[in-house]
């Protein structure tokens, strides 16, 4: 299955998705109808409230709770973009200028905050404790420089959200606990490999298509994989190399060359596609546990884009 067709099966849902956004956006403060409006129609795949839909059709659900948590985990997403972009500074998101830098970095930390609070609010009113528990216990991490340090940050920041997003589609089919894990740990799975293709996009992607410049990444001081796995195997040499560019205030041209040139050479991005390829499989069987349908045929569909989104 192509990923359109995978879209295409919940292309209705994810219409009354874009209305929910609309109607709790739809503000008296107009900061945060127009910010709000500005960053939920800045492009993305949706990606989070689409495996939410689509798990939970997996599952046998058909009811109308669905739009209200898919809209939650878009704007727990968006939120956490919002307040990544005022600490890191960043001036593009999805290829266009940022909230930060269009309203202030104040005022897009306030519309996080408010993003947060609605999203815990439209769960409270769904009234199901199991998917407030679940959407509770996200939580942030300390970047490290090890991979197993980086992976667990990896599974705190990006893939939790996925995962819960999966299990909440889970509680909605009421299906067997069984089910249920195997939607989270797919879904984890996937966030994992999500975010590593992020990490080598950063290294081989240009301004256009990933919305902000090559080395971005290393610019702002983040050591992700490509980048451990080439300090792990250069000389001494060439870790200080490195650790002088990750330390810099600004960092120079011929310094995100070098590091650039390091990365290729310890074959940082392909040992990173690697890691992905492995998370992705790892997904898929996740889903072997439910019969064949056009649902799990979309939801393999999406693991595979993962890696096909990249080069």
């Not at 409006?37 to 798990?55: A, D, M, V, W």
């Not at 509770?136 to 959200?161: H, I």
């Not at 990444?217 to 870790?239: M, Q, S």
Request: with cysteine; hydrophobic share 40%; aromatic share 6%.
């Amino acid at each position: 299955m192509r990923i359109q067709e995978a879209y295409d099966i919940i292309k209705e849902d994810l219409k009354s998705v874009e209305e929910e956004f609309r109607i709790n956006l739809d503000s008296g403060v107009y900061l945060i109808r127009k910010v709000g409006e500005y960053i939920l129609n800045n492009g993305g795949k949706r990606l989070r409230p689409s495996l939410l839909l689509l798990s939970a059709r997996l599952c046998g659900y058909h009811g109308k709770r669905n739009i209200p948590l898919a809209a939650v985990v878009e704007f727990i997403h968006t939120a956490t973009l919002l307040h990544d972009d005022v600490i890191d500074n960043a001036s593009m998101r999805r290829g266009k200028t940022s909230a930060n830098t269009v309203w202030g970095s104040g005022a897009s930390i306030l519309i996080g905050d408010f993003l947060f609070s609605k999203s815990f609010c439209l769960t409270v009113a769904d009234g199901d404790l199991r998917i407030l528990e679940v959407l509770q216990l996200l939580k942030d991490g300390d970047v490290e420089t090890t991979e197993k340090d980086y992976l667990a940050v990896v599974t705190n920041k990006t893939a939790s959200l996925i995962s819960a997003a999966c299990q909440i589609g889970a509680i909605l089919g009421d299906v067997s606990r069984e089910k249920e894990t195997a939607l989270a740990e797919y879904g984890m799975n996937l966030g994992i490999a999500f975010q590593l293709v992020d990490d080598c996009l950063d290294y081989t992607s240009s301004n256009k298509e990933l919305g902000k410049v090559i080395g971005n990444d290393l610019k702002e001081g983040k050591v992700t994989l490509p980048l451990i796995h080439t300090i792990k195997n250069a000389t001494p040499a060439e870790r200080e190399e490195i650790l002088a560019a990750i330390e810099a205030d600004d960092i120079k041209e011929y310094q995100l060359s070098s590091v650039l040139a390091l990365i290729n050479r310890y074959k940082g991005i392909d040992y990173s596609l690697n890691r992905t390829r492995h998370y992705v499989e790892s997904a898929k069987a996740c889903l072997n546990c439910f019969e064949p349908n056009l649902e799990r045929a979309a939801l393999m569909a999406l693991a595979d884009y993962v890696v096909e989104r990249t080069f």
